[in-house]
């Protein structure tokens, strides 16, 4: 019974999708944090710039646009 609460949930797949300014071109590598691999998209901001996002940030909405385009707003 414990294999069957154990397992990963199946990845959801943001490829296409918009979150702010970004839009998610792939899955991207993932990134170790606090010792697990956490899964990052390679998005594009709307200015331009790509860089690699991670999942709960787009999800959640803790990240929106690129560090330039957000350090602008200020």
């Known amino acids: 019974h ?3 609460s154990s397992r990963m949930p199946a990845m959801i797949d943001l490829s296409g999708q918009r979150f702010g ?4 071109l792939e899955k991207g590598p993932y990134q170790k ?3 697990a691999n956490r899964v990052t998209w ?8 790509v860089r690699n996002v991670l ?3 787009l999800r959640y909405n ?3 646009r690129c560090l330039p385009c957000a350090q602008k707003r200020q």
């Open 2 to 4: 414990w294999k069957e």
């Open 21 to 24: 300014k970004w839009t998610v």
């Open 33 to 35: 944090i606090s010792g």
């Open 42 to 49: 390679t998005c594009r901001c709307d200015c331009g710039n």
């Open 55 to 57: 999942s709960a940030g």
């Open 62 to 64: 803790r990240s929106t």
